[in-house]
């Protein structure tokens, strides 16, 4: 059984900063895994944020691109998610997944939460105005 724990939310004023982090751990982990970060607002469904492949390939949702940056430590096995400029549009329960990576059109996509077999607790991150 894989296990995911994420760590690293909190409240924050809106424009500040939040790093994520993601250990994966337990027995049949294999770091061939691509991993990726899913969040969900009350109310509201779980929606892809980034994902991130074993050859280095990335890829966010609009609504994050050039605040975000998703990242691996491979050693440590562990995945990050570096979250800055955040807006009260980001505030919801942040979610880590593990699983065989998703690509369509010749390139990676995040997929849906189906796409993957494992998931973490999650963290709650809230941003205020």
């Known amino acids: 059984e894989v296990q995911l724990v994420e760590s690293g939310g909190g409240s924050v004023q809106a424009g500040g900063s939040l790093r994520l982090s993601c250990a994966a751990s337990?027995?049949?982990?294999?770091?061939?895994?691509?991993m990726a970060w899913f969040r969900q607002a009350p109310g509201k469904g779980r929606e892809g944020v980034a994902a991130?492949?074993?050859?280095?390939?990335?890829i966010y949702t609009d609504s994050v691109k050039g605040r975000f940056t998703i990242s691996r430590d491979n050693a440590k096995n562990t995945l990050y998610l570096q979250m800055n400029s955040l807006k009260p549009e980001d505030t919801a329960m942040y979610y880590c997944?593990?699983?065989?990576?998703?690509?369509?059109?010749?390139?990676?996509?995040?997929?849906?939460?189906?796409?993957?077999?494992?998931w973490g607790q999650g963290t709650q991150v809230t941003v205020s105005s």
């Open positions: 997944a593990a699983g065989a990576g998703v690509y369509r059109d010749g390139g990676l996509d995040i997929g849906s939460e189906g796409d993957y077999g494992y």
């Open positions: 337990g027995y049949g982990y294999n770091s061939a895994y691509a």
């Open positions: 991130f492949d074993t050859d280095g390939t990335t």
